[in-house]
């Protein structure tokens, strides 16, 4: 009898061993743990074989082995295209005497009418060779099955594990429940069966089993389907093969999604109601920015869907879509000129089909620029003029706004306060639109000019000189909390109270007490809520509770101050005022005798610090505005419940501005919004424990299906070094304090704070923070203009932060350099 034994792989050649026993052969020769097997091949089977001669043969290769398993191994059986998964017979626990009979019923399985329907189902041949495999039985602690990819929504980064105690034959069957395990990096989400006290197995065993799955996809080049058992904490894999049920790339159709910029202002799961608003904010601002860099208004109109796409909504994540983006790009008119120059100045690494009907003819092209060129100037000439302007129309609407009673109000009458605020207010963004697009062109060429007059000697004195403006808006918050806690912790009983009691009884106190230094500070509160109420973390989130709605999360913050003793003397501002002198004495020995390059630099570090303090204290006005909408919308919620449409004023968030009125007009098309809102609900509960998604990934063809969000460009963890974009200098060594949540971290007392985004609320932990880390964002970001305020050494866009550093790692930082060392585990 002719059979080839595990460790005789080359006796193969020339014979049908079909697709699962090269698997098996696979697995031996990347030194996985496989029980011993032989393998009959078709050609044996067809020849046919005396009982006595196989049970001599496998005596041979057995020795005493009492229990085999018996499986079929056809052509094109786990293979990477059709798995023919449970078409064939399998048999476990077989003994010796048993083994002719069931060998015979594999081969006479390759011959049934289920087999024959399944592949004339996929258009496969008759039947082409069946081999069996006959391997040691592994008498199983527990049993399994382990996906290299969640099989059901095409992660390629999560690990899917189906296990019970004993053999796996239940499981396959369907007829016992199964534990499942979700691995996901480092993580472990457990799923238990109904019927089991405990895992069937380890965390340890689910680690290795990770492994062995990277291992497998990594020499198989794709990822693996496995069957395995467990004995005396020994995992043994009987089986592996490609997942074939993976959604196929589809064709056509190619998107870029990052959200390595917008993630400041939208981290997290961001809800149907913010994504509806923002996206249509974001859809008119372009239009109307693109208008002012020459693109005609015959092109704007002829290209509504470009703009109307400019964002996407994936796993309730708001990410840029960058094919639109390079689509309104090449609408400019330098584009017909210079494409390649334009995709550089703008970043642009990506390049996309653009359609012929967007290029200018170079002539036109040229005069559009002209044009362009001399309506930009008188732009920039007006803007600060501009910005006022803008600043008394936020000023008077909010203020009017402010005086509205909306308790008072129907859901008809707010929803057109809402529309009467997006013409005045929302639709009249020109200012900071073209402030940003100023800030964006002198800040670059302030940077260029450093490098030029000091030889790249020093790549952070940009940095330097913008150090200590003392006219951000941002930082302010700061300033006013820390006085308001250093009023507290000077007055005994008040700082009894706060370091006492929690932020809610300190809010009720506060406002019952008669003593007039709680009501001096209750009023110091309310002054301070008045005047930054909205900034807080998620303050452009719609959903978002601000300090405004409650007001005990800003106590909350004062707390935290006084019970960390942070104090005003920290932020004096000598230290950044020391920094910008230090810079600006560099720049004027480099420049020393050089009249017309002085005059240079000092015009351009001029507009750089006045544009880049306005666009941060712009945004800030943004935020206000938001506020605004933030409360129209709370209490439509709370107008929805009363009148029974909602079963909870908040579910209000997760319906569309579409949605909400549509309902309020009689144009909706599903009536019963609270089934609506539980499905939405689901989802979104879905999305939050699936996880972040990649900063970039592309999709193909209808982006949700058969694509990866969580990696397609996978970030290894870097060699050496962490390096990053150094923002504000200084060389710190202290202890990394991971915050994922700001709000569940009163202080971070001294360690360096290390996140992977962060938005103006986070501000309020800036001052007890040592340094700050940042993987996300860039020179212009949030993080970084405000620690160069406060003189905070700052480093961000680093790839793979979180991967490296955990809370309690010592580093050294280098805000200058952007270098981060490890120092201790």
Not at 256 to 265: A, G, Q, T
Not at 721 to 735: F, H, Y
Not at 783 to 788: D, F, G, N, Y
Request: charged share 25%.
């Amino acid at each position: 009898m002719h059979f080839i034994s595990d460790t005789e792989p080359q006796k193969a050649a020339g014979v049908t061993i079909g697709g699962k026993a090269e698997n098996l052969f696979r697995l031996k020769r990347f030194g996985m743990p496989v029980p011993r097997f032989v393998v009959i091949p078709w050609e044996t089977l067809l020849a046919g074989f005396s009982e006595s001669e196989m049970v001599a043969c496998l005596t041979d290769a057995f020795g005493n082995t009492s229990q085999f398993a018996v499986r079929s191994s056809a052509t094109g059986e786990d293979g990477e295209a059709f798995s023919f998964a449970g078409q064939f017979e399998s048999y476990l626990s077989v003994r010796p005497d048993e083994l002719a009979g069931r060998i015979e019923d594999v081969r006479r399985s390759a011959f049934s009418e289920r087999v024959t329907a399944y592949r004339k189902h996929h258009g496969l041949p008759g039947v082409s060779g069946v081999a069996v495999i006959v391997q040691e039985m592994v008498d199983a602690d527990a049993a399994g099955v382990a996906f290299g990819a969640n099989p059901l929504t095409g992660n390629r980064h999560e690990k899917v594990i189906n296990a019970v105690f004993g053999l796996g034959d239940g499981l396959v069957s369907g007829e016992r429940n199964a534990d499942q395990f979700v691995l996901n990096g480092v993580e472990i989400q457990y799923i238990p069966s109904n019927d089991q006290a405990e895992p069937a197995l380890t965390d340890a065993q689910i680690y290795r089993l990770g492994e062995i799955l990277d291992t497998l996809a990594r020499e198989l080049g794709q990822s693996q389907d496995i069957e395995f058992a467990v004995r005396n904490d020994e995992i043994y894999l009987l089986q592996t093969r490609p997942i074939t049920t993976l959604a196929e790339r589809p064709a056509g159709n190619y998107i870029l999604w990052d959200n390595s910029n917008i993630v400041e202002s939208y981290p997290g799961v961001t809800t149907p109601l913010t994504f509806s608003f923002i996206s249509k904010s974001y859809e008119v601002a372009y239009k109307l920015f693109s208008a002012y860099l020459g693109v005609s208004e015959p092109v704007i109109r002829k290209n509504e869907r470009v703009f109307a796409n400019t964002l996407g909504f994936l796993n309730g994540r708001v990410y840029y879509n960058l094919k639109t983006w390079y689509h309104m790009l090449a609408m400019l008119p330098g584009y017909s000129i210079n494409a390649r120059y334009m995709e550089k100045m703008m970043g642009v690494k990506e390049q996309f089909d653009i359609p012929e009907s967007y290029r200018l003819p170079k002539g036109k092209a040229w005069w559009s620029i002209l044009k362009m060129a001399v309506q930009m100037l008188f732009r920039f000439k007006a803007l600060p003029r501009k910005r006022r302007e803008f600043m008394q129309l936020v000023d008077s609407t909010i203020a009017a706004y402010k005086a509205i009673p909306f308790a008072e109000k129907s859901a008809g009458e707010l929803m057109q306060l809402y529309l009467d605020f997006e013409q005045k207010l929302l639709l009249e963004w020109k200012a900071p639109l073209l402030n940003d697009f100023f800030a964006m062109i002198w800040f670059g060429m302030l940077q260029k000019q450093c490098e030029q007059f000091t030889g790249g000697k020093n790549p952070n004195l940009h940095n330097d000189l913008l150090c200590g403006s003392n006219d951000i808006i941002s930082v302010q918050p700061v300033h006013r909390s820390i006085a308001i806690a250093a009023r507290i912790a000077g007055a005994p009983a008040l700082k009894n109270l706060f370091l006492r009691q929690n932020e809610h009884q300190i809010h009720q106190t506060l406002l019952a007490s008669t003593d007039p230094e709680f009501a001096g500070v209750s009023a110091d509160i309310e002054r301070y809520i008045a005047d930054f109420g909205e900034r807080c973390v998620g303050e452009l989130k719609l959903e978002t509770i601000s300090y405004g709605q409650e007001p005990a999360k800003f106590i909350k913050v004062l707390k935290s101050y006084v019970e960390t003793g942070i104090t005003g003397a920290q932020f004096s501002g000598a230290r950044e005022d020391v920094i910008r002198t230090n810079a600006e004495q560099e720049i004027a020995r480099c420049l020393k005798g050089k009249t017309l390059q002085r005059w240079k630099m000092g015009l351009t570090l001029r507009y750089t610090r006045e544009l880049v303090s306005a666009r941060e204290n712009l945004r800030y006005e943004r935020t206000r505005a938001f506020g605004i909408v933030r409360e129209i919308f709370t209490f439509i919620g709370k107008r929805f419940y009363t009148d029974g449409v909602l079963g909870n004023a908040r579910d209000i968030f997760y319906l569309t501005k579409e949605e909400i009125f549509a309902y309020i007009e009689g144009t909706a098309v599903t009536q019963d919004v609270k089934a609506l809102v539980a499905l939405r609900q689901e989802a979104f509960q879905t999305y939050t424990r699936r996880g972040t998604l990649s900063e970039r990934f592309a999709t193909y063809g209808v982006p949700y299906q058969g694509n990866d969000f969580f990696s397609t460009d996978r970030i290894e963890k870097p060699k050496g070094d962490l390096k990053g974009i150094g923002c504000s200098p200084g060389r710190v060594t202290g202890r990394v304090r991971v915050v994922l949540d700001p709000a569940e971290v009163p202080s971070l007392n001294g360690d360096i704070l290390v996140a992977s985004s962060t938005d103006p609320g986070w501000v309020t932990l800036f001052p007890g923070a040592l340094g700050i880390i940042v993987e996300r964002g860039s020179l212009l970001s949030h993080s970084a203009i405000v620690s160069r305020e406060m003189g905070k050494p700052c480093i961000v866009g680093v790839t793979g932060l979180l991967k490296m550093l955990k809370t309690g790692d010592e580093i050294e930082m280098d805000g200058s350099t952007g270098i981060i060392r490890m120092i201790a585990r």
